[in-house]
Protein backbone atom coordinates (compact mmCIF):
# COMPACT_ATOMS: atom_id res chain seq x y z
CA UNK A 1 0.00 0.00 0.00
CA UNK A 2 2.68 2.66 0.98
CA UNK A 3 4.51 1.86 -2.18
CA UNK A 4 1.31 2.21 -4.06
CA UNK A 5 1.03 5.53 -2.68
CA UNK A 6 5.04 6.36 -3.05
CA UNK A 7 3.83 6.12 -6.70
CA UNK A 8 1.02 8.10 -7.13
CA UNK A 9 1.38 11.26 -9.30
CA UNK A 10 1.12 14.80 -7.26
CA UNK A 11 -0.40 18.13 -7.99
CA UNK A 12 0.86 21.49 -7.45
CA UNK A 13 -1.32 22.39 -3.79
CA UNK A 14 -3.17 25.75 -5.68
CA UNK A 15 -5.87 26.06 -8.12
CA UNK A 16 -5.55 28.95 -10.92
CA UNK A 17 -8.08 31.65 -10.28
CA UNK A 18 -6.88 34.14 -12.67
CA UNK A 19 -4.17 33.45 -15.73
CA UNK A 20 -2.01 36.05 -17.90
CA UNK A 21 -1.93 35.23 -21.57
CA UNK A 22 1.22 34.60 -23.19
CA UNK A 23 2.51 35.46 -26.07
CA UNK A 24 3.76 33.33 -28.64
CA UNK A 25 6.64 34.12 -31.62
CA UNK A 26 7.91 32.72 -34.93
CA UNK A 27 11.46 31.54 -35.46
CA UNK A 28 11.91 34.88 -37.61
CA UNK A 29 10.27 37.11 -35.00
CA UNK A 30 12.63 35.57 -32.27
CA UNK A 31 15.81 36.14 -34.53
CA UNK A 32 15.02 39.42 -34.69
CA UNK A 33 14.06 39.76 -31.09
CA UNK A 34 17.50 38.06 -29.91
CA UNK A 35 19.92 40.23 -32.52
CA UNK A 36 18.19 43.22 -31.00
CA UNK A 37 19.07 42.43 -27.23
CA UNK A 38 22.50 41.60 -28.25
CA UNK A 39 22.22 37.50 -27.31
CA UNK A 40 21.71 38.77 -23.91
CA UNK A 41 18.22 37.26 -22.68
CA UNK A 42 18.37 39.93 -19.99
CA UNK A 43 17.82 42.62 -22.55
CA UNK A 44 14.43 40.49 -24.77
CA UNK A 45 11.14 42.10 -23.78
CA UNK A 46 9.03 39.41 -21.79
CA UNK A 47 6.52 40.22 -24.58
CA UNK A 48 8.56 38.05 -27.01
CA UNK A 49 9.09 35.64 -24.32
CA UNK A 50 7.06 32.38 -24.04
CA UNK A 51 8.28 30.08 -20.61
CA UNK A 52 9.91 32.55 -18.90
CA UNK A 53 12.66 30.61 -16.70
CA UNK A 54 15.45 34.09 -16.12
CA UNK A 55 14.80 33.90 -13.04
CA UNK A 56 12.93 33.14 -9.92
CA UNK A 57 13.36 36.69 -8.61
CA UNK A 58 10.13 38.64 -7.92
CA UNK A 59 8.59 36.79 -10.60
CA UNK A 60 6.13 34.57 -7.99
CA UNK A 61 2.49 34.07 -8.16
CA UNK A 62 1.06 36.22 -5.22
CA UNK A 63 -1.93 33.76 -3.16
CA UNK A 64 -5.32 35.30 -2.92
CA UNK A 65 -4.39 35.97 0.92
CA UNK A 66 -1.32 38.23 -0.28
CA UNK A 67 -3.21 40.26 -2.71
CA UNK A 68 -5.99 40.45 0.08
CA UNK A 69 -2.98 41.48 2.32
CA UNK A 70 -2.73 44.40 -0.52
CA UNK A 71 -5.74 46.47 0.33
CA UNK A 72 -4.77 46.61 3.13
CA UNK A 73 -1.56 48.72 3.20
CA UNK A 74 -1.17 51.48 5.67
CA UNK A 75 0.87 53.82 3.45
CA UNK A 76 1.85 55.79 6.64
CA UNK A 77 5.22 57.37 6.03
CA UNK A 78 5.89 56.86 9.20
CA UNK A 79 5.01 53.46 11.67
CA UNK A 80 2.69 51.63 9.43
CA UNK A 81 0.86 49.02 10.71
CA UNK A 82 2.21 46.83 7.91
CA UNK A 83 6.00 47.23 9.58
CA UNK A 84 4.78 45.99 12.92
CA UNK A 85 3.38 42.83 11.00
CA UNK A 86 6.25 42.11 9.33
CA UNK A 87 8.48 42.66 12.17
CA UNK A 88 6.42 39.94 13.56
CA UNK A 89 7.23 37.82 10.38
CA UNK A 90 10.45 37.73 11.02
CA UNK A 91 10.75 37.09 14.76
CA UNK A 92 8.08 34.42 14.28
CA UNK A 93 9.57 32.34 11.83
CA UNK A 94 13.18 33.33 11.58
CA UNK A 95 13.71 34.48 15.00
CA UNK A 96 16.14 37.51 14.42
CA UNK A 97 15.48 40.54 16.86
CA UNK A 98 16.15 43.46 14.65
CA UNK A 99 14.77 44.55 10.83
CA UNK A 100 15.32 46.88 8.52
CA UNK A 101 13.14 46.88 5.42
CA UNK A 102 15.00 47.71 2.03
CA UNK A 103 13.45 47.88 -1.53
CA UNK A 104 15.02 44.20 -2.04
CA UNK A 105 18.13 41.87 -0.92
CA UNK A 106 21.08 43.81 -2.56
CA UNK A 107 20.33 46.87 -0.76
CA UNK A 108 20.16 45.10 2.68
CA UNK A 109 23.79 44.00 1.15
CA UNK A 110 24.96 47.21 0.75
CA UNK A 111 23.83 48.62 4.33
CA UNK A 112 25.83 45.63 6.03
CA UNK A 113 28.88 45.94 3.56
CA UNK A 114 28.90 49.67 4.86
CA UNK A 115 28.47 48.84 8.28
CA UNK A 116 30.71 45.40 8.42
CA UNK A 117 32.82 45.68 5.56
CA UNK A 118 36.14 48.06 6.66
CA UNK A 119 39.01 48.61 3.58
CA UNK A 120 41.72 45.53 3.41
CA UNK A 121 39.10 43.35 4.83
CA UNK A 122 38.09 39.79 3.96
CA UNK A 123 34.90 38.04 4.05
CA UNK A 124 35.05 34.12 3.45
CA UNK A 125 32.28 32.90 2.13
CA UNK A 126 30.34 29.75 0.35
CA UNK A 127 30.63 30.94 -3.08
CA UNK A 128 29.93 34.26 -4.49
CA UNK A 129 26.83 35.79 -5.35
CA UNK A 130 26.55 38.86 -7.81
CA UNK A 131 25.13 41.54 -6.20
CA UNK A 132 26.86 40.26 -2.42
CA UNK A 133 30.31 40.48 -3.52
CA UNK A 134 30.52 43.41 -5.36
CA UNK A 135 28.86 45.48 -2.46
CA UNK A 136 31.61 43.75 -0.36
CA UNK A 137 33.94 44.86 -2.99
CA UNK A 138 32.66 48.29 -3.31
CA UNK A 139 33.38 48.79 0.40
CA UNK A 140 36.59 47.88 0.40
CA UNK A 141 36.54 44.19 0.51
CA UNK A 142 37.75 40.94 -0.87
CA UNK A 143 35.59 38.38 -0.91
CA UNK A 144 36.77 34.24 -0.39
CA UNK A 145 35.62 31.46 -1.84
CA UNK A 146 35.30 28.78 1.27
CA UNK A 147 32.65 26.23 -0.30
CA UNK A 148 33.90 22.52 -0.54
CA UNK A 149 35.44 21.51 -3.80
CA UNK A 150 32.68 19.56 -4.72
CA UNK A 151 30.50 22.30 -5.11
CA UNK A 152 32.32 23.56 -8.04
CA UNK A 153 32.28 19.56 -9.94
CA UNK A 154 28.65 19.74 -11.46
CA UNK A 155 28.93 15.55 -11.91
CA UNK A 156 29.11 15.53 -7.63
CA UNK A 157 26.63 13.98 -6.31
CA UNK A 158 27.58 15.40 -2.13
CA UNK A 159 23.83 16.11 -1.02
CA UNK A 160 25.06 19.35 0.66
CA UNK A 161 27.35 21.09 -2.21
CA UNK A 162 26.37 23.98 0.14
CA UNK A 163 28.65 23.16 3.19
CA UNK A 164 31.88 24.93 3.94
CA UNK A 165 35.45 23.93 4.10
CA UNK A 166 36.19 23.71 7.45
CA UNK A 167 39.85 24.02 6.49
CA UNK A 168 39.87 26.13 3.74
CA UNK A 169 37.75 28.87 6.65
CA UNK A 170 40.43 28.23 9.24
CA UNK A 171 43.53 28.94 6.99
CA UNK A 172 41.48 32.25 5.66
CA UNK A 173 41.09 33.55 9.42
CA UNK A 174 44.72 32.74 10.11
CA UNK A 175 46.07 33.73 7.35
CA UNK A 176 44.49 37.18 7.30
CA UNK A 177 43.56 37.58 11.07
CA UNK A 178 40.49 37.27 12.67
CA UNK A 179 39.72 41.24 12.95
CA UNK A 180 40.45 41.26 9.32
CA UNK A 181 37.27 39.05 8.56
CA UNK A 182 34.48 41.28 8.50
CA UNK A 183 31.93 38.48 8.86
CA UNK A 184 31.16 34.69 7.19
CA UNK A 185 28.91 35.10 4.69
CA UNK A 186 27.14 31.49 4.56
CA UNK A 187 24.20 31.52 1.68
CA UNK A 188 21.41 28.71 2.52
CA UNK A 189 20.10 27.07 -0.93
CA UNK A 190 23.45 28.72 -2.64
CA UNK A 191 22.49 30.10 -5.56
CA UNK A 192 25.58 30.03 -8.19
CA UNK A 193 26.68 26.53 -7.51
CA UNK A 194 23.24 25.22 -8.74
CA UNK A 195 21.25 25.97 -5.71
CA UNK A 196 22.39 23.94 -3.42
CA UNK A 197 22.51 23.02 0.24
CA UNK A 198 24.13 23.78 3.47
CA UNK A 199 24.06 21.42 6.35
CA UNK A 200 22.83 21.91 9.62
CA UNK A 201 25.92 20.06 10.68
CA UNK A 202 28.14 21.80 8.79
CA UNK A 203 26.27 25.13 10.08
CA UNK A 204 26.93 24.29 13.70
CA UNK A 205 30.39 23.24 12.76
CA UNK A 206 31.16 26.89 11.14
CA UNK A 207 29.33 28.47 14.03
CA UNK A 208 31.87 27.15 16.62
CA UNK A 209 34.88 27.74 14.49
CA UNK A 210 33.81 31.49 14.19
CA UNK A 211 32.54 31.43 17.51
CA UNK A 212 36.46 30.58 18.82
CA UNK A 213 37.56 33.46 16.79
CA UNK A 214 34.74 36.86 17.74
CA UNK A 215 33.62 36.38 14.28
CA UNK A 216 30.16 36.97 13.24
CA UNK A 217 27.65 34.98 10.93
CA UNK A 218 25.58 36.84 8.17
CA UNK A 219 23.24 34.61 6.33
CA UNK A 220 22.15 35.02 2.63
CA UNK A 221 18.12 33.73 3.80
CA UNK A 222 17.26 34.46 -0.01
CA UNK A 223 16.37 31.01 -0.11
CA UNK A 224 16.18 29.34 3.36
CA UNK A 225 12.67 27.26 3.30
CA UNK A 226 14.61 25.71 0.12
CA UNK A 227 17.60 24.89 1.84
CA UNK A 228 15.45 23.07 4.55
CA UNK A 229 13.27 21.16 2.32
CA UNK A 230 16.85 19.83 1.78
CA UNK A 231 17.74 18.78 5.38
CA UNK A 232 14.32 17.29 5.94
CA UNK A 233 14.86 15.08 3.07
CA UNK A 234 18.60 14.49 3.27
CA UNK A 235 19.71 14.82 6.72
CA UNK A 236 19.52 12.22 9.48
CA UNK A 237 17.54 13.08 12.40
CA UNK A 238 15.28 16.06 11.01
CA UNK A 239 13.31 14.11 8.46
CA UNK A 240 10.70 14.66 11.61
CA UNK A 241 11.01 18.52 11.75
CA UNK A 242 8.69 20.64 9.78
CA UNK A 243 10.31 23.49 7.14
CA UNK A 244 9.52 25.65 9.81
CA UNK A 245 11.18 24.25 12.82
CA UNK A 246 14.48 23.83 9.77
CA UNK A 247 14.39 27.61 9.13
CA UNK A 248 14.08 29.05 12.61
CA UNK A 249 17.47 26.53 13.77
CA UNK A 250 18.96 27.64 10.51
CA UNK A 251 18.77 31.18 11.05
CA UNK A 252 19.38 30.54 14.79
CA UNK A 253 22.75 29.72 14.29
CA UNK A 254 23.66 33.32 12.67
CA UNK A 255 24.03 36.70 13.80
CA UNK A 256 22.04 38.61 10.93
CA UNK A 257 20.76 37.90 7.60
CA UNK A 258 20.20 39.79 3.79
CA UNK A 259 17.05 38.92 2.26
CA UNK A 260 15.48 39.46 -1.32
CA UNK A 261 12.11 38.48 -0.08
CA UNK A 262 11.82 38.51 -3.94
CA UNK A 263 12.72 34.64 -3.77
CA UNK A 264 11.07 32.44 -1.01
CA UNK A 265 8.83 35.11 0.43
CA UNK A 266 6.69 35.35 -2.95
CA UNK A 267 6.10 38.62 -3.48
CA UNK A 268 6.96 40.68 -5.93
CA UNK A 269 9.40 43.08 -4.67
CA UNK A 270 11.15 43.60 -0.97
CA UNK A 271 13.40 42.73 1.15
CA UNK A 272 15.53 43.25 4.52
CA UNK A 273 18.28 43.33 6.88
CA UNK A 274 17.20 41.50 10.33
CA UNK A 275 20.27 41.71 12.40
CA UNK A 276 20.48 40.32 16.11
CA UNK A 277 23.53 43.00 17.49
CA UNK A 278 21.39 46.38 18.74
CA UNK A 279 24.71 48.46 17.68
CA UNK A 280 24.31 47.05 14.74
CA UNK A 281 20.61 47.73 13.76
CA UNK A 282 21.31 51.56 15.23
CA UNK A 283 24.09 52.17 12.14
CA UNK A 284 21.31 50.13 9.47
CA UNK A 285 18.11 51.93 10.73
CA UNK A 286 20.36 55.09 10.33
CA UNK A 287 21.74 53.98 6.80
CA UNK A 288 18.64 53.39 5.43
CA UNK A 289 17.12 56.48 5.75
CA UNK A 290 19.82 57.79 3.79
CA UNK A 291 19.51 55.40 0.64
CA UNK A 292 16.06 53.55 1.01
CA UNK A 293 13.60 55.49 2.85
CA UNK A 294 12.48 55.93 6.70
CA UNK A 295 13.22 52.80 8.92
CA UNK A 296 9.74 51.60 8.83
CA UNK A 297 9.10 51.13 5.10
CA UNK A 298 12.95 50.81 3.90
CA UNK A 299 11.91 51.49 0.23
CA UNK A 300 8.46 49.35 0.10
CA UNK A 301 5.22 50.92 -0.07
CA UNK A 302 2.82 49.30 2.85
CA UNK A 303 0.91 46.86 1.33
CA UNK A 304 4.66 45.65 0.04
CA UNK A 305 5.34 44.66 3.19
CA UNK A 306 1.86 43.10 4.08
CA UNK A 307 2.33 40.65 1.46
CA UNK A 308 5.50 39.72 2.41
CA UNK A 309 4.49 39.15 5.93
CA UNK A 310 2.00 36.57 4.38
CA UNK A 311 4.39 34.70 1.88
CA UNK A 312 7.02 34.31 4.89
CA UNK A 313 4.34 32.00 6.62
CA UNK A 314 3.57 30.56 3.44
CA UNK A 315 6.78 29.65 2.37
CA UNK A 316 7.13 27.41 5.33
CA UNK A 317 4.71 25.32 4.38
CA UNK A 318 5.46 21.57 3.67
CA UNK A 319 2.66 21.43 0.36
CA UNK A 320 4.17 24.50 -0.73
CA UNK A 321 8.09 23.33 -0.63
CA UNK A 322 7.53 20.27 -1.69
CA UNK A 323 5.99 20.86 -4.67
CA UNK A 324 7.96 24.01 -5.30
CA UNK A 325 11.05 21.80 -5.26
CA UNK A 326 9.12 18.95 -6.30
CA UNK A 327 8.58 20.70 -10.23
CA UNK A 328 12.56 21.76 -10.52
CA UNK A 329 12.84 18.00 -9.61
CA UNK A 330 10.59 16.87 -11.96
CA UNK A 331 12.03 19.04 -14.93
CA UNK A 332 15.43 18.14 -13.70
CA UNK A 333 14.74 14.80 -13.67
CA UNK A 334 13.38 14.76 -17.43
CA UNK A 335 16.84 16.07 -18.58
CA UNK A 336 18.62 13.59 -17.14
CA UNK A 337 16.63 10.43 -19.04
CA UNK A 338 17.29 12.68 -22.12
CA UNK A 339 20.98 12.28 -21.67
CA UNK A 340 21.73 15.89 -21.01
CA UNK A 341 24.55 17.30 -18.86
CA UNK A 342 22.91 18.86 -15.62
CA UNK A 343 24.52 20.05 -12.29
CA UNK A 344 23.79 17.29 -10.11
CA UNK A 345 21.88 17.28 -7.52
CA UNK A 346 19.14 18.62 -8.77
CA UNK A 347 19.03 21.97 -6.75
CA UNK A 348 16.12 23.91 -5.46
CA UNK A 349 14.99 26.67 -7.60
CA UNK A 350 16.18 25.57 -10.84
CA UNK A 351 17.93 23.03 -13.65
CA UNK A 352 21.41 24.72 -14.25
CA UNK A 353 23.27 22.96 -17.66
CA UNK A 354 26.30 22.02 -18.34
CA UNK A 355 27.21 24.50 -21.03
CA UNK A 356 30.82 23.18 -20.82
CA UNK A 357 29.68 19.56 -21.23
CA UNK A 358 26.83 20.71 -23.80
CA UNK A 359 29.00 22.29 -25.40
CA UNK A 360 32.55 20.94 -25.29
CA UNK A 361 33.65 22.35 -28.85
CA UNK A 362 33.67 26.11 -27.66
CA UNK A 363 36.32 27.98 -25.44
CA UNK A 364 35.42 29.05 -21.97
CA UNK A 365 36.23 32.92 -23.69
CA UNK A 366 33.68 32.12 -26.69
CA UNK A 367 30.72 32.38 -23.30
CA UNK A 368 29.42 28.80 -23.91
CA UNK A 369 26.42 29.33 -21.52
CA UNK A 370 25.69 32.93 -23.08
CA UNK A 371 25.54 31.62 -26.60
CA UNK A 372 23.24 28.24 -25.29
CA UNK A 373 20.71 30.61 -23.64
CA UNK A 374 20.50 32.19 -27.15
CA UNK A 375 19.75 29.37 -28.62
CA UNK A 376 17.21 28.16 -26.20
CA UNK A 377 15.15 30.93 -26.68
CA UNK A 378 15.68 30.76 -30.72
CA UNK A 379 14.17 27.24 -30.51
CA UNK A 380 11.31 27.90 -28.77
CA UNK A 381 11.00 31.50 -26.73
CA UNK A 382 11.82 29.66 -23.71
CA UNK A 383 14.01 32.29 -21.59
CA UNK A 384 17.27 31.16 -19.29
CA UNK A 385 20.11 33.10 -17.85
CA UNK A 386 23.61 32.63 -18.08
CA UNK A 387 25.75 31.62 -15.02
CA UNK A 388 29.42 31.44 -16.30
CA UNK A 389 32.04 33.36 -17.14
CA UNK A 390 29.83 36.44 -17.69
CA UNK A 391 28.59 36.54 -14.38
CA UNK A 392 31.74 35.79 -12.83
CA UNK A 393 33.35 39.02 -14.20
CA UNK A 394 36.37 40.43 -13.81
CA UNK A 395 38.83 40.14 -10.76
CA UNK A 396 39.12 44.02 -9.66
CA UNK A 397 42.89 43.75 -9.12
CA UNK A 398 44.35 42.15 -12.27
CA UNK A 399 41.08 42.81 -14.58
CA UNK A 400 41.23 39.52 -15.78
CA UNK A 401 38.08 37.47 -16.50
CA UNK A 402 37.60 35.38 -13.90
CA UNK A 403 37.06 31.52 -15.20
CA UNK A 404 34.99 29.64 -13.14
CA UNK A 405 34.55 25.95 -12.96
CA UNK A 406 30.67 26.09 -13.65
CA UNK A 407 29.78 27.17 -16.82
CA UNK A 408 25.96 27.15 -16.57
CA UNK A 409 22.64 28.04 -18.14
CA UNK A 410 20.45 28.19 -15.28
CA UNK A 411 16.67 27.43 -16.27
CA UNK A 412 14.71 29.14 -13.30
CA UNK A 413 11.63 28.27 -11.88
CA UNK A 414 9.12 30.74 -10.92
CA UNK A 415 6.87 29.72 -7.81
CA UNK A 416 3.53 28.70 -8.60
CA UNK A 417 3.50 29.99 -11.77
CA UNK A 418 3.81 26.98 -14.52
CA UNK A 419 2.72 23.49 -14.95
CA UNK A 420 4.07 20.76 -15.48
CA UNK A 421 3.59 21.07 -19.11
CA UNK A 422 5.09 23.98 -19.20
CA UNK A 423 8.01 21.97 -18.31
CA UNK A 424 7.23 19.07 -20.98
CA UNK A 425 7.93 21.71 -23.46
CA UNK A 426 11.33 23.30 -21.97
CA UNK A 427 12.75 19.60 -21.56
CA UNK A 428 11.73 19.22 -25.73
CA UNK A 429 13.23 22.39 -26.35
CA UNK A 430 16.52 21.83 -24.91
CA UNK A 431 16.29 17.77 -26.14
CA UNK A 432 16.25 19.30 -29.35
CA UNK A 433 19.20 22.41 -28.99
CA UNK A 434 20.74 18.87 -27.88
CA UNK A 435 20.41 17.46 -30.80
CA UNK A 436 22.38 19.77 -33.00
CA UNK A 437 24.69 21.45 -30.26
CA UNK A 438 27.49 20.64 -32.41
CA UNK A 439 26.39 23.55 -34.43
CA UNK A 440 26.10 26.24 -31.86
CA UNK A 441 28.18 29.01 -32.21
CA UNK A 442 30.45 31.16 -29.85
CA UNK A 443 29.94 34.71 -29.21
CA UNK A 444 32.30 38.01 -28.46
CA UNK A 445 31.40 40.16 -26.17
CA UNK A 446 30.85 43.73 -27.98
CA UNK A 447 29.80 45.67 -24.95
CA UNK A 448 30.69 45.15 -21.73
CA UNK A 449 29.65 47.33 -18.78
CA UNK A 450 31.97 48.08 -15.74
CA UNK A 451 29.70 46.74 -12.96
CA UNK A 452 27.18 43.31 -12.99
CA UNK A 453 28.45 42.93 -16.84
CA UNK A 454 25.89 40.16 -17.21
CA UNK A 455 22.91 42.11 -17.24
CA UNK A 456 23.53 44.69 -20.05
CA UNK A 457 26.48 43.14 -22.15
CA UNK A 458 25.98 42.96 -25.57
CA UNK A 459 27.02 40.28 -27.76
CA UNK A 460 27.59 38.80 -31.25
CA UNK A 461 28.18 35.66 -32.87
CA UNK A 462 31.65 34.64 -33.58
CA UNK A 463 32.50 33.94 -37.49
O1 LIG B 1 17.77 40.71 -6.53
P1 LIG B 1 17.85 41.20 -5.11
O2 LIG B 1 18.54 42.48 -4.99
O3 LIG B 1 16.54 41.20 -4.42
O4 LIG B 1 18.70 40.10 -4.30
C1 LIG B 1 20.04 39.84 -4.53
C2 LIG B 1 20.35 38.41 -4.24
C3 LIG B 1 21.06 38.10 -3.14
N1 LIG B 1 21.38 36.81 -2.85
C4 LIG B 1 21.01 35.78 -3.64
C5 LIG B 1 21.41 34.39 -3.28
C6 LIG B 1 20.28 36.03 -4.78
O5 LIG B 1 19.90 35.00 -5.53
C7 LIG B 1 19.94 37.38 -5.13
C8 LIG B 1 19.28 37.70 -6.33
N2 LIG B 1 19.13 36.80 -7.28
C9 LIG B 1 18.63 36.93 -8.48
C10 LIG B 1 18.16 38.21 -9.03
C11 LIG B 1 18.57 35.74 -9.30
O6 LIG B 1 18.09 35.81 -10.44
O7 LIG B 1 19.03 34.69 -8.82
Redesign the pocket.
Known amino acids: MEERVKKRSWAEPFKIKMVELVHMTTLEERRAALQEAGYNTFLLKSKDVYIDL?????TSAMSDRQWAGMMVGDEAYAGSENYYHLEEAVRTYYGYKYLVPTH????A?HIISKILVKPGDVIPGNMY?T??RLHQELAGGTFVDVIIDEAHDPDSEHPFKGDIDLQKLETVIKKYGADKISYVCV?TAV?MAGGQPISLTNLKAVRSLTQKYGIRIIH?M??VAENAYFIKEREPGYGDKSIQEIVKEICSLTDGA?M????DALVNIG?FLAINDWEVFEEARNLVVVYEGLHTYGGLAGRDMEAMAIGIAESVNWDHIKARVGQVIYLGNKLLDMGVPIVKPIGS?GVFLNAKKFLPHLKQDAFPAQALAAEIYLDSGVRS?ERGIVSAGRNKETGDHYYPKLELVRL?IPRRVYTQAHMDVVAESIEEVYSKREKVQGLKMVYEPKYLRFFQARFEPLG
Open positions: LTDSGQGRAEFTTANDTRTSAKKGHMT
